[in-house]
């Protein structure tokens, strides 16, 4: 008992132990205390159960192999390995589901037991003292609980065995059932967070089934994260590692989407991309951002730098492609651990299901493409045309995009205008006219680049055009606008636009990138529809070309080529008719180089020029006639179409002009007799181009031929060139007639081998032609001048070669009307005219008396040139004699001119008489070296003549007799006598006067029909002292003196009519001066009038005074004595009165005495005008005398004409004052000048030429200038015309009537400012406007 | 009493009319006034309203405005006042002119007092 006592009590306290162990785990599994608590719980207490140093619950993952380290202590701490793979201990110990038990040679003894080495947990040592129970759950080892010691062997007892696997045992259990509540509370976990990621995936996944839109799936994503975790950053963003920079896809911050511009990458993201990790920091943001990347942080822009981040990488296969980050501004830890496995997990399904999406699109994307490319290759299967493919296009995108506005827009670069091919809005399609394009367009073109406007598109696109956004009109303002340019080689030809009229952002960038893959598309598919319809063009024209160029190798003619080319357009077009004209304009005639229809070809004569043709050349340009062509054509023509004859009328006809040189020269034309529309657009370009260059071939094959004939005929002119080459060889050197006729004939004989020419000239005055050169059958022959033949006479008529290539006998009969006449006539024969000037005057002709046709046409040019290089080379001996003559003539002339000259010279400037004749006389000896020379002068008044000049001999006057120089005089011819001089005055029958002379020379001096003397020269010694040309020169001299003497006489005459034409203008100044004086009396009268009214009743009142004086005085009585006191009150009234009356005539008297005084000065002033002499330079007041002067002239016309009226305004400036003038001479200066305005008011008036309100005004002014005093005198009356205004200051020129004017006035004016005064007189004038005549008179300063 | 107003540029007038016109100016049979220009003579005619002047003698030669002009304005502006000219042009359309323009007389210069005086006594009877 006691020993049980003993065992019972022990038992009992191992059972407490036990029962604490188990009571803890309880407890903490009442407490739900995680399941490593538990552990940790249960460990400890073994530990301090059995004193051990080492403890260790492990738990086994029998499907892996491996045990996890659920406690572990050792050397005195707890220490937490990672799972490792079991050994063969562990192993032996599940095998065994035994305890094992090793308290000596632990190493060995495990050895032993698991055929392995004892190998250490790592970072622990191998134990020496080791107990292994086994946690056994359903029969299985689920874990194993240890105890080892490290220092000792022997280190645990049987008791501690039996206590440990009773203790292991009771707490199985419970740990077990700790266990598989934490699985389950783990997997509760999992599932909870599970069902939150497959919330997130499904949602993308339903978002990728509804739509295969990236940034929708982006959107989605984004909004899904920022329900789920607590931040208020949320980002997602893709990586373009080509340009190193982040694109942020959906940004969420303060409450509100932000669409940030891509950015580069920062030192975060190229982290997150080397690294492929995520990047967490919860705690000290700055610091730890700075740790990570090594610069301070930067937020992005507009935003907070975040306290807590994480930035979880998108990674498709090994690349990171973008990378999603959480943000918390306010709170550091804000994710944890649970958040960060979350978020990791849905970047991962975002990663692939965005990868999904990327591949579905694009592959959504290409088929897309492939489908508009394919629609657009099918356009162009099916022949469409550039605008078929834009509507199809258009369509195509219009279902592809969300977009109310799509557009397919083409530039017209010229015009800066863009055209809309195709336009869709609102569910409408639109056809807005062609506008000029915005700078937005301009800046498409420029950029090359595509330009989106997502938000304040009207803001942004108002800001590119400079003005307010305009839509196109009847048109909505978009809110989203997408161009994409349509590029061609470098070039922007247009662009397609997509809008969206109700919200930003409406384009993304998948959007951008299908339409403008799209857009390239089409740009090339149409690009290729260009190029290919070119390229067919090409061909075609190509192989016109061909054709006519091989047609011009095979030296085809003309026609061969119209041939060549019709087949080839025929063999084209779709037309029955097929036609090649060519026009003859001159004879207005069209002609059918080719013509094809309904399968035949046919051959029409030519026909006149219809309207349609006339039409062509008049407008060089395409008829294209594609419907109701019978209309059309009589529109045009205005006349009814008719067909050629034996053909149809056409229902599409083209006609396309054939144009050489800016010329119309015929057509080519396509008919179709069937069908209206037969011919397309590109059909009619197409035929343009191939007449076009047909036009060009047609004229390079005509240029051919053209060329080979010319070619032919050069040679021709090169073989006759050289013959008249070495002809005018010989003429050059030639100068003598006959050598010419010589060599001109035998080079004609020798080239042209003939037997018969003959080289004449005519004299046509004695109607005789000269033989100068003839061969007969080659022998010179001599024949004397005869009539011309009846061939020459052709000739000289015609003017043109004579060629009888055959009956020559019938020729010349039908020629001349009768036979000819002598010898054997010519079977042949060619006349060629010599022609000097217009005059024919020789011929050569060659005779062949053998055939006919003898003479080429080659020949007669030959012989035509030859015979005008002779006709030029004789004209130029001719005048080369002609020549010399000219000049021995001309240089005598010269020399008698010169003479001539001298003396006429002399004479024009002597107008004396006597001087004269001494002049001459003295000129005629040294001239003719003569030792006797005399004038003699006829008076035929008195019958006697007179010698004014006599050298060399004594000359007395005498009575006319019969003297040599009578006889002179008489004959009125000249005499030369060389010799024997008294035999010569026999001959005359004169009497020899005066000395004998060997030489005598006399020439009548003429004065119109008479000789009025002699001029004679002789020699006293010499004989044949004077020739010809001194006769000549004399009579010349004569000549000269007598005009000379006649001038002379003019000269006379001129003087004294000059002296009276001087009396009549002095006259006539007079007169002027008169007739101002006239003008001015009828003004001064009026003058007078006004001073003599004051004296006259001055006077007669003063009269009256002196009676009542008188009459007081009478009444005036003296008292003789006494004083009566009533008379002398009575007389003392009388006084006063007396007094009174006396001092008023006194009064009047002065005024009469002033009146008086006015009236002379009026009348003085009168006087100093009619003496019409010019007064004295004095003193004088200017303003004074304009003023007197003004109203002087205003009254004398006032009182010439009582209707006159005028207002007359002066203006007079103090400052002038006084001036050194000539008062009488400006005055009247002024007074006509005032006249003249006056006058030209009036007349304007009269005219009736003022405008209602307009009266008729004269101002006069005065100013005192720097250099002058200036008086101006404007009138607004009729002006002066520009023909008058340069004539009015001569003397005489007068535009009044005959009678009212001398015409002297202004000249005098003139006369008196310029050269009196020393001043200037100026106008102003406008014609029906005004005159202004401005007085500058210099003043001394 | 009669009031009447000579209007002449020529100063002397007035001294001129007032020795022709003593007696009857003494004995208070008439009032003359003057003025020198046609400006002023229509100014003193507005003074008093209505004016109290019956018969105006004017010079038609004057600066300004002539004596047809004012005669004119007169004949608008105060029908029931009389006018007369006085002028150195006697000539008929001058003479003519101002009859067409509702003178009474027309008197040239130099003036002949003695008709001048017969006027304005014939003038005087009938007012009376």
């Given at each position: 008992m006691a020993r049980n006592v003993v065992e019972l009590a022990a038992l009992l306290a191992q059972r407490e132990a036990e029962l604490a162990v188990i009571g803890s785990v309880q407890e903490a599994l009442a407490a739900k205390r995680e399941l490593s608590e538990i552990y940790t719980l249960v460990g400890d207490q073994i530990r301090d159960l059995f004193a051990s140093p080492a403890a260790g619950i492990y738990t086994f993952d029998l499907e892996t192999d491996t045990e996890h380290f659920q406690y572990l202590f050792e050397d005195g701490e707890r220490v937490y390995p990672q799972p490792r793979p079991l050994n063969k201990l562990r192993k032996w110990i599940i095998a065994n589901k035994s305890i094992l038990h090793v308290n000596e040679n632990a190493a060995e003894e495990i050895l032993r037991i698991t055929g392995d080495p004892l190998s250490s947990v790592p970072g622990t040592r191998l134990p020496k003292s080791l107990l292994f129970v086994p946690l056994i759950v359903d029969n299985e080892v689920r874990g194993c609980v240890s105890l080892q010691n490290l220092d000792e062997e022997n280190a645990y007892s049987e008791s501690d065995v039996r206590l440990l696997s009773t203790l292991v045992n009771s707490m199985n259990v419970a740990l077990e059932s700790a266990r598989n509540f934490s699985e389950s509370a783990r997997l509760l976990a999992e599932t909870v967070q599970r069902n939150a990621e497959l919330a997130v995936i499904n949602s993308v996944q339903r978002g990728l089934a509804d739509q295969m839109d990236l940034q929708a799936i982006y959107d989605l994503v984004g909004e899904k994260i920022r329900d789920l975790f607590d931040a208020q950053v949320v980002v997602v963003a893709t990586f373009d590692h080509e340009h190193q920079s982040e694109i942020f896809k959906y940004t969420f911050e303060e409450g509100r989407r932000h669409y940030p511009s891509p950015r580069r990458l920062d030192k975060i993201r190229q982290r997150l991309i080397k690294t492929q990790k995520m990047i967490l920091i919860n705690e000290n943001s700055s610091e730890a951002y700075t740790t990570i990347t090594g610069e301070a942080p930067k937020s992005l822009p507009g935003t907070q730098f975040p306290k807590s981040m994480i930035f979880v990488p998108l990674s498709i296969g090994s690349h990171v492609r973008g990378y999603v980050s959480l943000q918390n501004l306010d709170k550091e830890n804000a994710f944890s651990e649970s958040d960060v496995r979350l978020l990791n997990t849905l970047a991962n399904s975002m990663s692939v299901a965005l990868e999904n999406a990327r591949l579905f699109n694009e592959t959504e994307q290409r088929n897309a493409e492939l489908a508009v490319i394919n629609s657009v290759q099918d356009g162009l299967v099916a022949e469409m045309d550039m605008q078929g493919i834009y509507e199809l296009v258009g369509e195509r995108i219009r279902t592809l995009f969300d977009s109310q506005v799509t557009g397919i827009v083409s530039f017209l670069h010229d015009e800066k205008k863009e055209h809309f091919n195709y336009y869709f809005e609102d569910g409408d399609r639109l056809y807005p006219s062609d506008r000029l394009y915005d700078n937005l367009r301009q800046k498409l073109i420029d950029e090359r680049a595509i330009q989106l406007f997502n938000e304040n598109t009207m803001e942004l696109v108002s800001k590119i055009n400079h003005q307010p956004f305009k839509a196109i009109p009847g048109t909505r303002v978009p809110q989203s606008v997408l161009l994409v340019p349509m590029i061609a080689g470098d070039q922007v030809r247009g662009y397609v636009t997509l809008q969206n009229l109700d919200r930003e952002h409406a384009f993304s960038e998948s959007d951008v990138r299908l339409l403008s893959m799209l857009t390239n598309s089409m740009s090339v598919a149409l690009e290729n529809a260009r190029l290919f319809n070119e390229t067919e063009q090409r061909n075609a024209e190509l192989a016109v070309i061909n054709s006519v160029q091989d047609g011009l190798v095979a030296a085809m003619d003309m026609q061969g080529i119209y041939e060549l080319v019709g087949e080839r357009i025929r063999g084209l077009f779709d037309a029955q008719v097929t036609g090649i004209y060519t026009f003859d304009?001159?004879?207005?005639?069209?002609?059918?180089?080719?013509?094809?229809?309904?399968?035949?070809?046919?051959?029409?004569?030519?026909?006149?020029?219809?309207?349609?043709?006339?039409?062509?050349?008049?407008?060089?340009?395409?008829?294209?006639?594609?419907?109701?062509?019978?209309?059309?054509?009589?529109?045009?023509?205005?006349?009814?179409?008719?067909?050629?004859?034996?053909?149809?009328?056409?229902?599409?006809?083209?006609?396309?002009?054939?144009?050489?040189?800016?010329?119309?020269?015929?057509?080519?034309?396509?008919?179709?007799?069937?069908?209206?529309?037969?011919?397309?657009?590109?059909?009619?370009?197409?035929?343009?181009?191939?007449?076009?260059?047909?036009?060009?071939?047609?004229?390079?094959?005509?240029?051919?031929?053209?060329?080979?004939?010319?070619?032919?005929?050069?040679?021709?002119?090169?073989?006759?060139?050289?013959?008249?080459?070495?002809?005018?060889?010989?003429?050059?050197?030639?100068?003598?007639?006959?050598?010419?006729?010589d060599l001109v004939g035998e080079r004609i004989c020798d080239v042209l081998n003939t037997q018969t020419l003959i080289i004449r000239t005519f004299n046509h005055r004695t109607g005789l032609e000269h033989w100068q050169y003839a061969v007969e059958k080659g022998v010179r022959i001599e024949v004397d001048p005869r009539p011309l033949i009846w061939a020459n006479k052709i000739l000289v008529e015609k003017k043109d070669f004579l060629l009888i290539n055959e009956k020559y006998e019938e020729t010349a009969i039908r020629m001349q009307g009768t036979a000819i006449t002598k010898g054997l006539a010519p079977k042949s024969a060619i006349f060629v005219p010599m022609i000097v000037g217009d005059v024919v005057v020789g011929s050569v002709s060659l005779q062949n008396v053998e055939r006919e046709h003898a003479f080429s046409e080659s020949d007669v040019r030959l012989i035509t040139t030859l015979t005008n290089s002779m006709s030029v080379a004789l004209e130029n001996a001719r005048l080369f004699d002609e020549t010399n003559r000219l000049l021995r003539e001309t240089n005598q002339r010269a020399s008698e001119l010169d003479t001539v000259n001298r003396i006429s010279n002399a004479l024009v400037a002597q107008l004396e008489f006597d001087a004269l004749i001494h002049l001459v006389g003295d000129m005629m000896r040294d001239t003719f070296n003569a030792d006797i020379v005399y004038l003699a002068m006829h008076d035929k008044e008195e019958n006697t003549i007179h010698f004014p000049y006599y050298f060399g001999d004594v000359g007395k006057s005498r009575l006319f007799g019969n003297g040599i120089t009578e006889k002179i005089i008489t004959t009125k011819l000249p005499i030369l006598v060389n010799e024997d001089i008294d035999k010569a005055y026999e001959t005359l029958n004169a009497v020899k006067r005066g000395k004998t002379v060997a030489s005598f020379l006399g020439v009548p001096i003429m004065s119109g029909d008479v000789a009025i003397g002699v001029i004679s020269i002789q020699s006293t010694t010499e004989k044949n002292r004077f020739g010809d040309n001194d006769q000549r020169l004399l009579n010349t001299i004569a000549a000269n003196v007598g005009v000379a003497l006649e001038n002379a006489e003019a000269y006379k005459k001129l003087r004294s009519a000059l002296n009276e034409l001087k009396a009549a203008q002095e006259q006539l100044v007079q007169q002027e001066k008169l007739a101002s004086l006239g003008q001015l009396t009828a003004g001064i009268a009026h003058e007078i009038k006004n001073p003599l009214n004051f004296v006259n009743n001055f006077a007669s009142v003063s009269l009256e005074l002196i009676e009542e004086a008188r009459q007081d005085v009478v009444g005036f009585q003296f008292s003789v004595n006494g004083e009566d006191s009533s008379r002398k009150t009575e007389n003392g009234k009388l006084k006063t009165r007396l007094e009174e009356t006396l001092s008023d005539i006194a009064l009047n008297l002065k005024k009469i005495h002033e009146h008086g005084t006015r009236a002379d000065k009026i009348v003085k002033g009168m006087l100093m005008h009619s003496r019409g002499k010019s007064g004295d330079i004095q003193k004088t007041s200017i303003n004074g005398l304009v003023d007197e002067y003004v109203n002087l002239a205003y009254h004398g016309m006032r009182a010439t004409d009582p209707s006159f009226s005028v207002e007359i305004k002066t203006h007079l400036d103090p400052a002038v004052g006084d001036l050194n003038v000539v008062p009488q001479d400006l005055s009247r200066a002024i007074l006509n000048i005032v006249n003249n305005a006056c006058y030209a008011v009036n007349e304007r008036k009269r005219a009736k030429g003022y405008a209602e309100g307009v009266k008729p005004t004269v101002v006069v002014k005065t100013k005192m200038l720097k250099d002058s005093v200036l008086i101006s005198i404007h009138d607004n009356g009729t002006g002066i015309p520009d023909h008058v205004r340069k004539k009015i200051f001569e003397p005489f020129y007068t535009t009044k009537p005959t009678g009212e004017g001398t015409g002297l006035g202004l000249s005098m004016t003139y006369d008196i400012i310029v050269h009196t005064l020393g001043g200037r007189l100026e106008i102003e004038t406008m014609e029906g406007e005004f005159t202004e005549f401005l007085i500058h008179l210099p003043h001394a300063k | 009493m009669l009031k009447f107003l000579v209007v002449d540029d020529e100063v002397d007038v007035e001294m001129l009319f007032r020795q022709h016109f003593r007696k009857e100016i003494r004995s208070g049979e008439l009032v003359l006034e003057f003025a020198f220009s046609g400006d002023e003579a229509l100014q003193m005619l507005r003074n008093t309203d209505p004016p109290d002047v019956m018969y105006i003698f004017s010079d038609i030669n004057m600066p300004g405005m002539t004596g047809i002009e004012l005669l004119e304005r007169v004949k608008v502006e105060f029908p029931s006042i009389h006018v007369s000219m006085i002028s150195a042009y006697g000539d008929e359309d001058n003479m003519r002119s101002a009859m067409t323009s509702g003178a009474k007389e027309f008197f040239t210069k130099p003036i002949d007092f003695e008709k001048l005086k017969e006027e304005i006594r014939q003038f005087s009877d009938k007012e009376e």
């Open positions: 304009t001159s004879r207005g005639l069209e002609i059918f180089q080719y013509l094809f229809e309904d399968g035949e070809r046919l051959y029409p004569d030519h026909r006149p020029l219809n309207q349609i043709r006339h039409w062509l050349i008049k407008n060089k340009t395409i008829l294209n006639i594609s419907e109701n062509a019978d209309e059309t054509v009589e529109k045009i023509t205005g006349e009814r179409h008719l067909p050629i004859p034996g053909t149809r009328l056409p229902k599409s006809l083209v006609f396309v002009p054939l144009i050489v040189n800016d010329e119309v020269r015929g057509c080519v034309t396509l008919q179709n007799l069937d069908r209206e529309n037969a011919f397309s657009e590109s059909d009619v370009r197409l035929l343009n181009t191939l007449a076009t260059t047909m036009s060009v071939a047609l004229e390079n094959a005509r240029l051919f031929s053209e060329t080979t004939r010319l070619l032919a005929e050069t040679e021709q002119r090169n073989a006759e060139l050289a013959v008249i080459n070495s002809v005018q060889d010989g003429l050059v050197r030639e100068m003598d007639m006959q050598a010419i006729y | -």
